[in-house]
């Protein structure tokens, strides 16, 4: 692997790359993403091998300009129209009936296609420069921590990718909002974000959010929305202020590392992040704090729960998924 900075020359090697049915590491707004032509098979099968990734896990299709969104959609609602122009270039993605083209392998077999248009100048330039769809779930091994760097995605996948495009640190830090048009009802699968706020002021109607469905309603599989996913090695749990301050009291401190929006804790002597106050700040640095926590040799990860507040909704459930997919031996 080779990390590049993100010049005109490396955009045209990056192309050409894909173009031979190669990996390659690209910067979004939100997480870094292994990227492959999603029209080649091929190509598309070395993504779920490096990763690890289930065959009917799907994949999101990125595209340069909101008019491919008739190469890849059998049919595009006015509702999608009207997101398209509020927030792309940006972290929606949208769930639409697929073209008959598009490949079940980057569907994961579904009659539906995850498709968005990242805002970053060297997504995008990149995606102009190909000239067609890139499928790019994030750049780390299956259910780990997504990548917020070009590093994070040669320390995860190392040779497994030609090459990754260094476009700095990304600006949102969590995965996009997914929305789901294939239905009557507009549904939000993952939380990201842009919320149902937003998504409501453009459209004229409130979506629902996934939990909110009957248990019976079926929906598509998405990237991200396994109950385990976005998880460090090291045992992780979530605890409100009281009860990890008790933890934090009762634990020798060299074995445990702690996630806090609050100055560490007096006599503390382990790992101790304080997490910025603001919900995006927090996004940003996230999984950042989470490698960097995994990897300071601690026996546990131990994260204050978010606030309650919506604006923390997408942040809370990564967190949720992590502390699930976390290995967690502890017994305390």
Same mark, same amino acid.
């Given at each position: 692997?080779?990390?590049?900075? @993100? ?58 300009? @909101? #008019? ?22 940006? /972290? ?31 997504? *995008? ?60 009802? &507009? ?44 998880? &460090? ?17 009762? @634990? ?9 929006? #609050? ?26 704090? *989470? ?7 601690? #026996?546990?990860? *131990?994260?204050?729960? &978010?606030?309650?507040? /919506? ?22």
């Amino acid at each position: 692997m080779t990390i590049t900075e @993100a010049s005109a020359e490396a955009i045209a090697r990056a192309s050409d790359l894909l173009r031979a049915g190669r990996l390659v590491g690209l910067p979004t707004e939100t997480v870094y993403g292994l990227g492959a032509d999603a029209a080649n098979e091929a190509a598309v099968a070395e993504i779920f091998r490096a990763k690890g990734r289930p065959a009917d896990h799907p994949l999101i299709v990125h595209i340069g300009d @909101a #008019e491919a969104l008739t190469t890849w959609a059998a049919r595009v609602p006015k509702d999608a129209i009207a997101l398209a122009r509020a927030f792309w270039p940006g /972290p929606l993605t949208m769930i639409l009936e697929k073209a008959d083209d598009v490949s079940d392998l980057v569907t994961g077999g579904q009659p539906t296609v995850g498709l968005r248009m990242p805002d970053h100048p060297v997504a *995008l330039a990149l995606l102009r420069r190909f000239g067609g769809g890139i499928a790019a779930p994030s750049a780390n091994r299956f259910g780990r921590i997504s990548p917020t760097t070009a590093a994070h995605v040669e320390s995860e996948l190392g040779e497994a990718v030609a090459m990754v495009l260094d476009g700095g640190d990304c600006l949102v830090g969590i995965e996009s909002t997914i929305l789901d048009l294939s239905g009557s009802t &507009p549904v939000i699968l993952r939380p990201g974000a842009i919320d149902a706020d937003a998504i409501a002021a453009v459209i004229g109607r409130r979506p629902l959010h996934r939990e909110e469905l009957a248990a019976e309603v079926d929906t598509p599989r998405v990237s991200g929305a396994l109950p385990a996913h976005y998880a &460090p090695t090291t045992a992780m749990r979530l605890l409100d202020h009281a009860a990890l301050m008790a933890a934090v009291a009762e @634990a020798p401190g060299c074995r445990t590392a702690v996630l806090s929006r #609050e100055p560490m804790a007096d006599g503390f002597d382990g790992i101790w992040k304080r997490a910025p106050h603001s919900a995006d700040a927090y996004a940003r640095a996230l999984y950042a704090d *989470l490698r960097a926590l995994d990897a300071a040799g601690c #026996e546990r990860i *131990l994260v204050e729960t &978010p606030s309650p507040d /919506p604006a923390w909704r997408a942040i809370r459930d990564r967190l949720e998924r992590a502390a699930r997919g976390a290995a967690d031996h502890d017994e305390t």
